[in-house]
């Protein structure tokens, strides 16, 4: 909390409105006459000089001005209270002034609503000189807030204000709060945090193996649809095993494609026989040390391969015989027999051959394309000096362009993990493959899609951090705004350290306890560079 005198018409830095806010000042046109009330006359100097108070409470920040205080006297207390939530100015609603000396019954006055918004103008009597306890009690939701003011001097009389101590004004960017409320500016605390460094790497969005499906014909035939369904479209979502089209072959296409299969099969059974006999020969013989192991390894690569290769001659003698059992079934829409164009898997129909019914469709074109994304793959490249520095966690989360500064946890509360870390480095380039799953119910990522992925390293700091929305670009070098106070802002020069998801290391520029402006920190920016507010707009 802050508390100092200032001298109207004092000089301070100008500062321009912008974003929708008017050139110049909004004025308060507040009747002050501290002492008027009582028949004080108080000189020119007097007149001139103000006292601010700036504190915060959990919920709103209040900025109060007013004059000397003096025993006796009616002042005025123009009081700025902010929604620290919404960033507005609060606009209905009674405050209520509470005002104690010592261990004194305390003194309360109830301003019912602002006098504008976000303004409420109360005159406030102090019985006795010195040090005062004050406090605003701000009504809402969630019930009363009580915000404490730094202690009131209150003079015996006007004589002794002249001989009172005026520290200086701070200096810097005069924003009103009027201009503040309207660039919804917004002040957070800095403070030391926890960071940890995560390395930023450029990554892709793919579908996860078996995710893409292209559905193909096993035969070239005329496309017909099951009757009383429509044509598949991009965009339906289907199920697996859901009949999408159906394909009337020509007779004597399928007939020789049946022969083809029945004969690969014949030949892979015999390939898996005489690959199974090889096997127990070099298996027995390596047992008596006759082979080598590497021997025995080969055989058994060998069998596998061809077992392999028998089971994908079933599937395809399956998929024939299914059509010369239909054949003559007159299941198609001409009444001849017909293929059921199948989706494999789950999913949304993402391409669409645009064939039309009756059309005759070859073998080996695609009619419908069918994706999954409901879980996806992100794969980077990590260079191979930063794989060192990766830690041991792997904890990542990523970014999409357009987002800058909202990050997405893939793996914790993200429920992702880690798929891969390539163990071989890339002799081109220089890097290793890094591959995350990422749950995408909500279809946020969409394969293909490029994205920022940040992926936690071992570097660990206890450092004065801000939000990497108060830091701003000027001539290339990173700058930010302190609130030094209610309607006064400093321009610091930064010097960053290491990034860690919303925030950034400040290692000079600003200090623990300072607040600094996270929203709308290039309204401000603007206002720094303009001279078309003067030093200080309100009318007294």
Not at 122 to 149: K, N, P, R
Request: include cysteine; glycine fraction near 10%.
């Amino acid at each position: 909390m802050t508390m100092h005198w200032i001298k109207r018409g004092a000089g301070l830095v100008a500062a321009g409105a912008i974003l929708g806010v008017v050139i110049g000042c909004s004025r308060h046109d507040h009747a002050i006459e501290a002492g008027d009330h009582a028949g004080h006359a108080h000189n020119e100097a007097e007149e001139g000089r103000f006292l601010q108070i700036h504190v915060f409470g959990e919920r709103h920040e209040v900025f109060a001005e007013h004059r000397p205080v003096v025993a006796g006297t009616p002042t005025q207390f123009v009081t700025h209270v902010t929604d620290l939530q919404t960033l507005e100015p609060r606009r209905e609603g009674p405050a209520r002034f509470r005002l104690r000396l010592g261990q004194d019954a305390p003194i309360e006055r109830v301003e019912r609503a602002p006098a504008r918004p976000g303004i409420y103008e109360a005159m406030l009597t102090f019985s006795q000189a010195g040090d005062w306890d004050v406090a605003l009690v701000v009504a809402g939701d969630e019930g009363e807030e009580t915000i404490a003011f730094p202690p009131v001097r209150v003079f015996a009389d006007a004589h002794a204000t002249e001989h009172a101590e005026v520290p200086e004004p701070p200096e810097g960017i005069n924003f009103l709060k009027e201009q503040q409320w309207r660039g919804r500016v917004g002040t957070e605390a800095v403070s030391k945090r926890k960071l940890v460094e995560r390395l930023r790497l450029p990554a892709n969005v793919t579908a996860r193996p078996g995710a893409l499906a292209h559905v193909m014909p096993p035969v070239a035939g005329r496309l017909f649809l099951p009757p009383g369904h429509p044509m598949p479209m991009v965009g339906d979502r289907v199920e697996a095993g859901q009949v999408l089209a159906l394909i009337e072959p020509s007779l004597s296409e399928a007939a020789a494609r049946f022969v083809e299969a029945e004969g690969e099969v014949v030949r892979a059974r015999l390939a898996l026989e005489q690959a199974n006999t090889a096997f127990k020969r070099i298996e027995i013989l390596a047992k008596v040390e006759a082979k080598s192991g590497r021997e025995l390894q080969q055989a058994e690569f060998e069998l596998k391969t061809a077992q392999a290769r028998y089971d994908a001659a079933l599937a395809l003698q399956s998929t024939y015989r299914q059509v010369s059992t239909h054949l003559g079934a007159g299941s198609g829409a001409t009444g001849q027999p017909a293929v059921e164009l199948r989706s494999p898997i789950a999913g949304i129909i993402t391409t669409q051959s645009g064939a039309a019914v009756a059309e005759y469709i070859s073998a080996e074109k695609a009619v419908f394309t069918v994706l999954d994304a409901t879980t996806v793959f992100i794969e980077a490249r990590v260079p191979e000096m930063s794989i060192g520095r990766l830690a041991e966690t792997r904890a990542a989360s990523y970014e999409q362009p357009g987002k800058e500064g909202q990050f997405a946890a893939i793996t914790g509360d993200g429920q992702g993990r880690l798929v891969f870390l390539g163990i071989q480095v890339d002799t081109v380039s220089r890097t290793v493959p890094l591959v995350y799953e990422a749950g995408n119910a909500d279809q946020r990522l969409r394969v293909g899609q490029s994205v920022n992925l940040y992926v936690e390293t071992d570097c660990v700091e206890s450092a004065v951090a801000i939000p990497n929305e108060a830091v701003v670009e000027e001539g290339g070098r990173p700058i930010a705004f302190v609130q030094v106070g209610g309607e006064t802002f400093q321009k610091r020069d930064l010097t960053l350290g290491i990034r860690d998801g919303h925030w950034v290391q400040v290692v000079s520029g600003v200090h623990a306890g300072e607040r600094v402006v996270a929203k709308g920190a290039y309204v401000v920016r603007l206002a720094s560079v303009s001279s078309a507010i003067p030093s200080h707009g309100h009318a007294h």
